[in-house]
Structures are given as C-alpha cells and as structure tokens.
C-alpha cells in the first residue's frame, strides 16, 4: 500500500532494530485497546478477533519479512485464524507520528531538519548561467558544469571526472561511474543539453585533444573540485542569488532533486537518480515541497 510521508521527516528503516520493533509493537498494543473502545481514527478490530492485542501476542504472531509486517502462520486451525486476524491488523494499522509505511514497509519517523536545503529558482538558475562568458574555454566549461548538474544532479566529484565515453551523444545515456561509495548508476540528459555537449566536444579536442576528461582545464587535467566551488560561488554572487553563502555545486543537485520530486512525484525515483543508499537522506525534498506548498496556500 502506498501511504504519502508524514510532515515528520527523514525516515529510518526499523527492520534490523530491535528496540524500534518494540516500540512499534508497543503502539500496535495501544491502538487495539483503543480501537477496541471504539475509535474512529483507529483500525477495526472486526477479522475474527474479539480482544486487544498484547505485545506478546503481537511478537509471536507477525514476521518482518523484508520489512514487511506478515502473518505468521502455525498449525491449527485457530492458532492460523488468530495470527492471520493479528498480521492483518498489524500490517493495514495507521503507524502513528513515529513510524509510517512506504509501498507496504515500515520506517521510523525522525524530526523535520532545522534548515533545509537552498534551492534556486528558476529566475535564480537564468542568472546564474548567463554569468559565464562562454566566449573564453574555462568559462564555457563552467556553464557545461553548471547545467549537467542541473540536468542530472552530479555531485561535483561525479561531474569532474566524467570522461567522453560516459556519455552516448546520441541516446543521451549518461554512466556514472564509481559514485559516492563507488557505486554506478545510469541516467539520461535531454537532446538541449546534448547538443551542447556535442558543440563543446569540437571546441575541447581544439583546446585539449589528449584530455581524458569530458570537462578538463586548458591543459587537458581534471578540474579540481574546489575550483568549482569556488567558481560557482562567484557566479550566483555576481547574479545577486539570495543567500549566497549556501550557494555551491550542491546547491544545484538539491534544485535537480526537488524539480524531478515536483515533476514525477515519486520519492523512490529521485532516490535512484541521487543514487541514495538510504531512503530517509532523500526524504528531505518532500520536506522543501511541502514548504513550497504551504506558502503558496498561505498567500492566497
């Protein structure tokens, strides 16, 4: 089942944790007894079983398979009727504001973050790419930084060492290699900023024709990543960005992020283009869309 994420925040997976498991039992026990009082905001208690539950009937009734809450199924022919009553109620119950399901799994709620992420609008993304002279080669290479992280949400370390062969000019297909925890992942990039990159590839074998990079300095080495920070800095300064100390390479994969939360509205796909090892670390854009929201409610 598929349950929108509470306001709470940033999810962490109860499944290898016992003393959160507990807890979950725990409240599983209380929402049966007030349900068994008659609650409209709680589960029914209607499948057979005619008392609440206690944590030690919930332990010895359920399996977290997966993740998952299941029946646990044993022989006799009551004992079944019972556990499948107390999996099924285990597995449809409200979590409650500490815990919530996502596509059927169980995850403990953690606190909204203080301070969430800058992100540029789009007026603040025009400025800040009209600022490089594309005239001049390092400049140019700048703005083709700026806009693969846009366009695909690289890290900064991802971006600089892309190489030529990363990229299929024709499909678009886009191979991260050895990411954050060296792992791979594969994304697309649109046919504007391919056409781009095709026109850059003319310029790059005349400036440096033996660079292994895709984006190299004039020398053909790989661009430092402090450079472009620094770099990008500059830019959203003489763009006049609002709160430009937060501005940085990052900055612009939080924007990639958030745009294809609002465009797709599903969270596990943003997950697989950041590729995030852990759901709650993406969890943070639901939070910045919400914000959006409520501010726009609140104008009107």
Do not use: C
Not at 16 to 25: E, H
Not at 154 to 177: C, N
Not at 244 to 257: M, N, Q, W
Not at 262 to 289: E, P, W
């Amino acid at each position: 089942m598929e349950i929108t994420p509470r306001e709470r925040g940033p999810i962490k997976s109860i499944v290898k944790r016992p003393n959160l498991r507990l807890k979950f039992l725990r409240f599983l026990s209380e929402v049966s007894l007030r349900s068994r009082k008659g609650s409209t905001n709680t589960p029914s208690l209607s499948d057979g079983v005619e008392r609440p539950f206690s944590v030690n009937a919930l332990r010895n009734s359920i399996k977290w398979q997966g993740g998952r809450v299941r029946p646990r199924m044993r022989y006799g022919k009551k004992s079944m009727r019972n556990n499948r009553a107390v999996g099924r109620f285990a597995a449809n119950a409200h979590p409650g504001p500490d815990f919530q399901f996502i596509s059927g799994q169980i995850y403990r709620s953690m606190a909204r973050p203080d301070k969430l992420p800058k992100i540029l609008t789009e007026g603040e993304t025009d400025r800040l790419l009209s600022e490089p002279n594309q005239r001049y080669f390092g400049p140019h290479r700048d703005y083709l930084y700026m806009r693969i992280m846009l366009k695909a949400g690289l890290r900064a370390s991802e971006a600089t060492a892309l190489r030529p062969e990363h990229i299929d000019l024709m499909s678009g297909k886009l191979m991260v290699r050895e990411g954050k925890g060296a792992k791979d992942r594969t994304l697309w990039i649109g046919e504007d900023m391919l056409e781009e990159l095709r026109e850059w590839m003319d310029r790059r074998q005349e400036k440096a024709p033996e660079a292994d990079y895709l984006l190299p300095t004039s020398k053909g080495t790989q661009v430092a990543t402090s450079h472009l920070r620094r770099s990008v800095k500059r830019y959203a300064r003489d763009a006049g960005i609002e709160e430009v100390g937060r501005v940085s390479p990052h900055t612009l994969r939080h924007t990639f992020a958030t745009r294809l939360y609002r465009s797709a509205g599903k969270i596990r796909l943003v997950q697989k283009a950041l590729g995030h090892s852990d759901l709650s670390t993406t969890m943070i854009y639901t939070h910045v869309v919400d914000e959006e929201l409520e501010t726009a409610l609140k104008g009107l």
